[in-house]
């Protein structure tokens, strides 16, 4: 009988034991490795993002007009003389700043940015240069600059028309220049060491304000969204290296997009150590 009851008493023990140990098997079962990778995803998505750029210089009374050419006349296949008129504003000279050593700063000072088609634009030092413009209705914004190509934003500091080239007159995408419209500026080009630290995200609007209830801009950049509601310049901040793809959208207060062949537009830049 004694035997019996130890017996019995090692079975006990032994169930106990191994309740134990499934509970405790039970238990690591609940933590998935997924939530891991989650986080990690999450984490890696995160360090890219977007901040308002401070210190800069308003203008507010800067003008730029069109001179020349004629824009009311068919122009002639070939190059183009274009000659500004600038107020209040002194081309080639450095934009009074911090952000001329924080961000990619042009040596040669502030400048023109001129927009043809909403495609890159070209930077021009003087009122008066000449540029190569194939055959064409084209459409162009024309816009004053920082020295660190961050644009000035005031209704006098940019031009909006149309030229017509040569003898081909298709239209190079369809701009109701009454319409809402959105021009990319930066980021553009090759970013190298420092300059990688600190990336301007600028833009133009034209015939339109931006808000939290009404239109607004959707920034994607490597797949990261985020939405503008406020005309302002940007630094993006925590970007990898290599190629960055950024994508730029009007939305409407309903976030559909804006029709317009240029409110909806896809860069690439690079970025080196």
């Not at 000659?83 to 002194?90: G, I, L, P, R, S």
């Not at 084209?138 to 030229?163: D, G, I, P, Q």
Request: with cysteine.
């Amino acid at each position: 009988m004694k035997t019996y009851k130890n017996t019995g008493l090692y079975i006990i023990v032994i169930m106990v034991l191994f309740s134990l140990f499934n509970c405790k098997e039970s238990h690591k079962i609940k933590k998935p490795k997924m939530n891991r990778t989650v986080n990690t995803t999450i984490k890696e998505t995160s360090a890219i993002r977007i901040e308002k750029l401070e210190d800069s210089p308003i203008y507010e009374t800067a003008i730029l007009e069109l001179k020349s050419p004629d824009t009311s006349l068919k122009l002639p296949s070939g190059e183009v003389n274009f000659e500004f008129d600038v107020q209040n504003y002194d081309l080639g000279a450095q934009t009074n700043s911090t952000n001329t050593n924080r961000l990619s700063n042009s040596g040669k000072g502030q400048h023109i940015h001129l927009i043809l088609n909403n495609e890159p634009y070209s930077a021009h030092y003087t009122p008066e240069f000449k540029k190569e413009i194939p055959d064409g209705t084209h459409h162009l914004v024309a816009f004053l600059s920082r020295s660190y190509h961050e644009s000035v934003k005031n209704e006098k500091s940019v031009v909006v028309t149309k030229l017509k080239i040569g003898k081909d007159m298709i239209e190079k995408g369809d701009l109701n220049m009454e319409s809402p419209t959105l021009i990319y500026s930066r980021p553009k080009g090759e970013y190298v060491g420092k300059d990688t630290e600190n990336i301007l995200l600028d833009f133009f609007v034209l015939n339109t304000t931006l808000s939290e209830k009404g239109n607004k801009v959707r920034a994607t950049i490597n797949g990261e969204t985020f939405t503008i509601t406020e005309w302002v310049p940007y630094i993006i901040k925590g970007l990898p290296m290599g190629e960055v793809t950024i994508k730029l959208e009007l939305l409407n207060a309903q976030n559909d997009l804006i029709l317009g062949s240029f409110n909806d537009v896809v860069r690439k830049v690079v970025l080196k150590k």
